[in-house]
């Protein structure tokens, strides 16, 4: 068994990557693995990846992650997930109602989740992107209406070892005990 929370502390946002080197099709088809077996509302499923290492694809992808000068890294980057949320089966927009929650971007945020936490196990680096223009992405992968582009994982190699400390609240702060 390996210690998860050494591979917590081991994932951080790539802003670095090494654009000579390319991600290993095997290594993408774990994280999806890993992204496929996530847990759901009703087992729901409502995520779907679009895997992105077509050279003259991803590079009508990066400009669409770029908007205002954001995210100038993903020039580097080889490879994308582009992580859609698709329309919620019935009994769990009957849950959702009921419960006045909306399961389905909670769902796709652990999905999404896993798939980073194995591309850290395979020594690959991710950034996490939400700021992309959905509807012109909607518009390059010819998608449904119904479907949303909630993010973007940036995938690759970083260009160096080295990670940074944890920027975070006081965990006394974000976490309670009752005992
Ligand atoms: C939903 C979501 C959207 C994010 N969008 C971006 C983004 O567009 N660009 C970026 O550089 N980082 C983005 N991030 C990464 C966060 O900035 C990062 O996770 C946070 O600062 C903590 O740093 P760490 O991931 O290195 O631990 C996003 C993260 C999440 C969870």
């Given amino acids: 068994m390996s210690d998860y929370l ?3 502390k081991r994932r951080e946002s790539c802003r670095n990557f090494d654009p000579n080197r390319p991600v290993e099709k ?4 774990r994280c999806a ?3 496929w077996l996530a847990p759901s509302a009703c087992n729901g499923q409502p995520w ?10 991803a590079e009508k992808l990066r400009p669409l992650m770029m908007e205002l000068k954001m995210n100038k890294f993903v020039q580097n980057c080889p490879a994308f997930a582009v992580v859609l949320e698709e329309s919620t089966v019935l009994k769990v927009s009957l849950s959702q109602k009921f419960k006045d929650q909306d399961f389905a971007p ?34 390059l992968f010819n998608l449904p209406k119904g479907t949303r582009v909630r993010l973007i994982l940036a995938v690759g190699y970083a260009a160096t070892d080295k990670l940074r400390n944890k920027i975070r609240k ?3 702060d974000v976490i309670q005990y009752y005992e």
């Fill in 6 to 8: 050494e591979l917590v």
């Fill in 26 to 29: 095997e290594k993408l088809e």
């Fill in 33 to 35: 693995e890993a992204a």
């Fill in 48 to 57: 779907r990846y679009l895997i992105v290492t077509n050279p003259e694809l």
């Fill in 106 to 139: 909670i769902d796709v945020a652990f999905s999404a989740s896993q798939f980073c936490y194995e591309a850290t196990e395979q020594g690959l680096s991710t950034c996490i992107i939400g700021w992309h223009n959905e509807r012109k992405i909607k518009e």
């Fill in 170 to 172: 006081p965990i006394k």
